[in-house]
């Protein structure tokens, strides 16, 4: 059974930073795709950052720049490093796993449950 668990949210000012970690369990990780989402209050779900098995990495526009993301594949775990957060990143973040090729036209099949992230002075 495949599991994923996140952490590393929590609450931060304008303009610092937070690592988000996701691990996963239950998987041949290294052959997979790993993706970071968040949904806001009110917003639909946002894929934002994705590392593909081979460590191609992308990024929505709104995060480049700004966000990394990495896989270290001995530990089974991706992390996203997302530095001058802004109020309009606070959201839940959820990372998914799936193969290369479903991450990249589907929906992932594997889903941590979240972890909150809150921008605020």
């Known amino acids: 059974q495949v599991q994923l668990v996140e952490s590393g949210g929590g609450l931060v000012q304008p303009g610092g930073s937070l690592r988000l970690s996701c691990t996963a369990s239950?998987?041949?990780?290294?052959?997979?795709?790993v993706g970071w989402y968040r949904q806001a209050p009110g917003n639909q779900r946002e894929l934002i950052a994705t590392?593909?098995?081979?460590?191609?990495?992308d990024y929505v526009d709104s995060v480049k720049g700004r966000f990394t993301i990495s896989r270290d594949n001995a530990k089974n775990t991706v992390y996203l490093q997302m530095n001058s957060l802004k109020l309009e990143d606070t959201a839940v973040y959820c990372c998914?796993?799936?193969?290369?090729?479903?991450?990249?036209?589907?929906?992932?099949?594997?889903w941590g449950q979240g972890t909150q992230v809150t921008v605020s002075s």
């Open positions: 239950g998987t041949i990780f290294n052959i997979k795709a």
């Open positions: 590392i593909t098995s081979g460590g191609m990495t």
């Open positions: 998914a796993l799936d193969r290369d090729d479903i991450m990249k036209t589907g929906i992932p099949r594997y």
